[in-house]
């Protein structure tokens, strides 16, 4: 058998693809293509006898933090280590650069790898869904994602992602929305079309009426009966709206990181992140 890590490539996206479609994951060729656009070289995939066996892939926030994301095995070469090789080769990359905080979200079954390798807690996540019958389909305006929301997004995440967040909105306009109360900025969002389901995030928002106005806006755009929200266990309007509009716990997450959390951001105006794949 031959098998050995290597940076991915463009060339490598069908077979990520296929790996996300294996785990029922809602990532699409978009979300890859970003990755790379975003890193180049440190995005990787574990090859075995010419066959993409498993990825993992990192982003790099200022040089504030970075993110790990897309850690996928295929599930007919698990239990040979390959996720963990595939983890350590990302950090290996990322202590090269000297990213001081590495991050990631953790599903239950990955925490207890996570922690191996040196990440603590940081707070809790939900993913929770809607499944619904659509209503008619209604027309609206585009708005465009502006300096405005991304410096607010900036202060809120903890460091700057203006290219991502431009990328997601170029691929996804129609969900990109703002509130404004008195001539100032209180909340925005951003949305994707996943494979599965829309998925709304970052919703940001400083008071439970913007809150409710983005996700209300967000539901009527949307035409897609599935939509997934991976929500700040600890932020209660967010919460609350959830329920209120109908949707239903799915699963849980942990914010971990790895390093010095310098830059926490203002989690308290965060009702959902990007993603787990993001941050």
């Given amino acids: 058998m031959n098998s050995h890590l290597r940076?991915?490539?463009?060339?490598?996206?069908?077979?990520?693809?296929?790996?996300?479609?294996?785990?029922?994951?809602?990532?699409?060729?978009?979300?890859?293509?970003?990755?790379?656009?975003?890193?180049?070289?440190?995005?990787?995939?574990?090859?075995?006898?010419?066959?993409?066996?498993?990825?993992?892939?990192?982003?790099?926030?200022?040089?504030?933090?970075?993110?790990?994301?897309?850690?996928?095995?295929?599930?007919?070469?698990?239990?040979q280590g390959i996720g963990t090789k595939l983890l350590e080769k990302a950090i290996e990359h990322l202590d090269a650069r000297g990213i001081p905080s590495i991050?990631?979200?953790?599903?239950?079954?990955?925490?207890?790898?996570?922690?191996?390798?040196?990440?603590?807690?940081?707070?809790?996540?939900?993913?929770?869904?809607?499944?619904?019958?659509?209503?008619?389909?209604?027309?609206?305006?585009v708005n465009p994602l502006t300096e405005e929301m991304l410096d607010l997004d900036r202060e809120v995440f903890g460091a700057d992602r203006g290219a991502l967040l431009r990328s997601v909105a170029s691929e996804h306009a129609a969900f990109v929305l703002q509130n404004h109360s008195g001539g100032k900025l209180t909340g925005y969002s951003l949305g994707r079309r996943g494979g599965l389901a829309d998925h709304l995030g970052p919703w940001v928002a400083q008071d439970e009426p913007?809150?409710?106005?983005?996700?209300?806006?967000?539901?009527?755009?949307?035409?897609?009966?599935?939509?997934?929200?991976?929500?700040?266990?600890?932020?209660?309007?967010?919460?609350?709206?959830?329920?209120?509009?109908?949707?239903?716990?799915?699963?849980?997450?942990t914010r971990m990181y790895r390093g010095h959390n310098d830059f926490p951001g203002r989690p308290e105006f965060q009702g959902a992140i990007l993603g787990p794949e993001y941050g």
């Fill in 210 to 253: 913007s809150a409710r106005r983005l996700l209300d806006a967000f539901l009527t755009r949307s035409q897609r009966k599935k939509v997934f929200v991976d929500v700040m266990r600890s932020n209660s309007w967010a919460m609350n709206l959830l329920r209120e509009y109908g949707l239903q716990y799915s699963r849980t997450l």
């Fill in 103 to 141: 991050k990631l979200d953790a599903t239950p079954q990955g925490k207890p790898l996570y922690e191996k390798l040196g990440f603590v807690t940081e707070y809790e996540l939900e993913r929770w869904q809607l499944q619904r019958t659509l209503a008619a389909q209604v027309t609206f305006e």
């Fill in 7 to 79: 940076v991915m490539t463009p060339d490598d996206i069908p077979a990520a693809l296929h790996l996300v479609e294996i785990a029922k994951w809602n990532q699409t060729r978009g979300d890859w293509g970003r990755f790379l656009d975003a890193s180049p070289q440190g995005c990787f995939v574990a090859e075995i006898d010419g066959d993409v066996a498993g990825t993992v892939a990192t982003i790099c926030y200022e040089d504030r933090f970075a993110w790990i994301g897309m850690v996928l095995v295929d599930p007919a070469r698990r239990g």
